[in-house]
């Protein structure tokens, strides 16, 4: 297949594509553009609201809150909400783009990263004249907090192993184990969705947070149970949920990494957290070329002098 001659180039989006919907927190209006970009230009976002074009990079050193999502910041303008596109952008093994932001906040659309994945799906990639570059994990490295934990270490593969461990009983202790391609995180992680207890919701709403949360982007759990009418998609997608954070926010190391992650009770916070760790020690990771890309069945690439462009699983 044409496709081999440019395995391992890195990719973007083969044209642009636009994502209307609101803001989970301030509930207004949020419109986000993505724009295909040059190689080595990496993910890149620009919030242009205010008369102001700030660019702020999806790396990890220009997260500035993790309580609630993840925000990214930069000379004073913030963008919030990023891990679910993030991890979408990732697993459909999208290296450079750019993305245009009209307000604070990325649009919750589903509450997940279906949507995203969707539009990638049928957009479909160009492949760049430049090597896909990796992140390899070359020792182990944890943080932890209390008795939390969240640890990158070598492997050959990218594998997520997450734990949450709740109290309350809807939710109970899930794990979820995922080796990253593109079919397995559209299959199995894409669609679980954002969730909440409604006790912390009302709480939120009363100090002008959340306003964008509803049945139709989020599970809400109360009284003992969850209160969506059509239930849960999987019987732990909790914990597939956190799964597709984790993918979302450990993207923000700039390039796919080669390793296994593993959390225990973790969250947006240990996610960026471990990758501190990671990039604070040097002798802990080595920059690579990455394997070649995975072509899974149906897909398909089409050569143009030194371009190819690929339309990924119809």
Known sequence: MLFKKFAGLQTTIAREIRFDGVG???????????????ADRGIVFRRTDGG????????????????????????????????HLMAALRAMEVDNVEVEVDGPEVPILDGCSDSFVAA?????????????RALRVLKPVRVEQGDAFAELVPFEGCRYDVTIDFTDPVIGRQSCLLDLTPA????????ARTFGFMSDVEKLWKVGYALGSSLE?????????VLNPEG??????????????????????????I????????????NVAVLKALFADASAFELTQRPAIRREAGSAALAAGARAVAAPDI
């Open 24 to 38: 989970v927190h301030a509930g207004k209006p949020a419109r986000l553009v993505l724009r295909p970009a040059e």
């Open 52 to 83: 102001r074009d700030v660019e702020i990079p999806a790396r990890y050193d220009m997260v500035v809150a993790t309580e609630l999502c993840t925000v990214i910041g930069r000379d004073g303008l913030t963008i919030a909400t990023v891990e």
């Open 120 to 132: 990638l799906t049928e957009t479909g990639l160009s492949l760049l004249p430049a090597p896909r």
């Open 184 to 191: 397995a995180f559209r299959g199995d992680i894409a669609r």
């Open 217 to 225: 982007n989020s599970v809400a759990i109360g009284e003992g149970r």
């Open 232 to 257: 849960l998609r999987w019987a732990d997608e909790f914990a597939r949920h956190k799964t597709l954070d984790a993918v979302g926010d450990l993207a923000l190391a700039g390039m796919p990494f």
């Open 259 to 270: 390793g296994h992650y593993r959390s225990y009770k973790g969250g947006h916070r240990m």
